[in-house]
């Protein structure tokens, strides 16, 4: 379980992260602060593994509170103002999420964030095996289980899932997909493609075989595949 604290002076902001939080079983809440002061004294008693930090706020504003702090935790920026992004990566914030966003864009970053091994044990079984996906295609709504996807791929604008025993076309974005899947289970290889981790039979120059399908590796994503070895 991961501990987290939002520390905004926007009361609407700590109502829709919090919305997104109770949707993700592995957060569990500590603490809001609506300035650092309030963040000091929580802190000063108790411990967060993760903040969800906004920049501007009176008196002393988020990184200031970054820079007092000897050892911080994970910080995702939660803030309107993108001109801010680059010192924020200069005191190793996590991620940068530019107001408003959204869920699946949310999700993204506290998986990336907190990793694997978190999410697992939040409730003992692996994402993959707790819940099917709900996506619309063919006029129909699928209920698709991660463990049956083979890859998905890019297709204009739709989105082709490839399952074990048959394909289906969808409205959503390959991004969008992409934040909704347990990171420990797939992976992007390319612009076009994402695959199923378990399901890769061999990686050879290029191209990645699944099955009787086979997968071109992109140049940008080539780095993603180190983690697998």
């Known amino acids: 379980m991961t501990s987290y604290c939002i520390i905004d002076d926007e009361p609407i902001a700590h109502r829709i992260i919090e919305g997104y939080c109770e949707a993700l079983p592995y957060l569990h809440k500590i603490g809001n602060c609506y300035n650092a002061f309030e963040a000091m004294e929580l802190f000063s008693h ?3 593994d993760l903040i969800f930090l906004d920049i501007q706020m009176p008196k002393l504003s988020g990184f200031g509170l970054l820079k007092t702090m000897v050892n911080p935790p994970k910080v995702i920026v939660t803030s309107a103002y993108q001109e801010f992004a680059l010192e924020g990566y200069e005191l190793n914030i996590s991620d940068y999420l530019l107001k408003p966003f959204s869920f699946e864009r949310f999700v993204k970053a506290v998986n990336k964030t907190i990793g694997p091994s978190q999410i697992i044990q939040a409730e003992g079984v692996p994402p993959t095996e707790q819940k099917g996906l709900f ?16 890859f998905i791929e890019a297709y204009g604008n739709y989105t082709k899932i490839h399952l074990l025993e048959e394909m289906i076309l969808s409205h959503e974005k390959i991004s969008s997909l992409e934040a909704m899947l347990p990171t420990e289970a797939f992976i992007r290889v390319h612009k076009s493609f994402i695959v199923s981790i378990q399901r890769i039979k061999t990686i050879e120059g290029n191209r990645i075989r699944l099955g009787t399908h086979e997968v071109p590796i992109g140049q940008t994503y080539r780095n993603n595949l180190k983690r697998l070895r």
């Not at 996506?135 to 083979?150: E, F, S, T």
């Open 46 to 48: 108790t411990h967060a």
């Open 135 to 150: 996506l619309k295609g063919d006029k129909k709504v699928h209920q698709i289980h991660p463990n049956d996807i083979l």
